[in-house]
């Protein structure tokens, strides 16, 4: 534990700056822009529904934050592997410990959308909105964005160990063959995915999450209305060991052939 500690004291320092500035400017445009939009806006709407669409839109925006962050610090550390593998630390810390870190940064930007939308909510008149409405709905948004960032970050890790596996070859080349792999992986994916035995075996063991919330109460902003709560246990159990597997892959493809 305190080599975990030691290592993301040491992310947190080097990268803090950047984090805390982002970060504020973050809560200063999600308070503008809604007010500025106001201005401009034709029609009756308030600053309020404003402020929820264009949060709508950064919470889904925070999906890649945590694949971009990691991947700027992973490049900057394999400008000097030397240093940065005079460790004693296992490849899986010193990976696993910047994958904490930019997924705490996903986190925070998530929170800092609803920090704005919860004091926009507070500070506006809102006869027609409710309150439980907003926070499960929110609930659903923020813990989905935060679960599928997560995976698009491992994803983004395996597809970056592709390209350094490939750039001794290939020079700068390696980026548009790994960019061209990921398309062709996604694609495939999506085929598996889209399958008769994969709706027969994995869609399995569904779960309707409206069953959670108040049938009385309905959200009001037709542009919220959430049509597909259901979710499948095999589905989840599936997302889970293949993502977990794809890292620990990457790994293994990092340390035999990247790592010095």
């Not at 950047?18 to 308070?31: D, T």
């Not at 495939?188 to 995915?193: D, F, P, R």
Request: contains cysteine; positive net charge; proline residues 3%.
């Amino acid at each position: 534990m305190k080599q975990w500690n030691g290592l993301l004291h040491k992310e947190w320092v080097q990268w803090r700056g950047q984090i805390i500035v982002l970060v504020i400017l973050l809560l200063a445009g999600l308070f503008i822009l809604p007010s500025l939009a106001k201005v401009l806006a034709i029609g009756e709407i308030s600053v309020f529904e404003i402020t929820m669409a264009i949060g709508f839109i950064a919470a889904g925006a925070c999906i890649l934050v945590p694949v971009i962050a990691f991947s700027m610090m992973f490049n900057k550390d394999m400008k000097r592997p030397d240093i940065w593998f005079h460790s004693t630390a296992s490849t899986v810390k010193l990976v696993g410990v910047k994958m904490l870190m930019s997924a705490g940064m996903g986190l925070a930007y998530l929170l800092a959308t609803v920090l704005v939308v919860a004091i926009r909510y507070a500070i506006t008149p809102q006869p027609e909105a409710i309150f439980n409405e907003l926070l499960f709905y929110g609930s659903l948004l923020i813990i989905g964005v935060f679960l599928a960032s997560i995976q698009f970050m491992v994803y983004g890790f395996f597809f970056i160990v592709i390209d350094q596996l490939l750039k001794p070859f290939l020079k700068g080349f390696s980026f548009v063959v790994t960019l061209i792999l990921f398309i062709i992986s996604a694609r495939i994916y999506g085929e598996v995915t889209g399958s008769n035995l994969y709706d027969k075996f994995i869609r399995v063991g569904s779960f309707d999450l409206m069953s959670l919330k108040n049938p009385v109460i309905d959200l009001q902003y037709d542009y919220f209305t959430v049509t597909n709560t259901v979710l499948y246990a095999g589905e989840i159990i599936f997302a889970v060991l293949f993502t977990v597997g794809l890292f620990y892959l990457a790994i293994a493809l990092f340390e035999k052939r990247v790592r010095l």
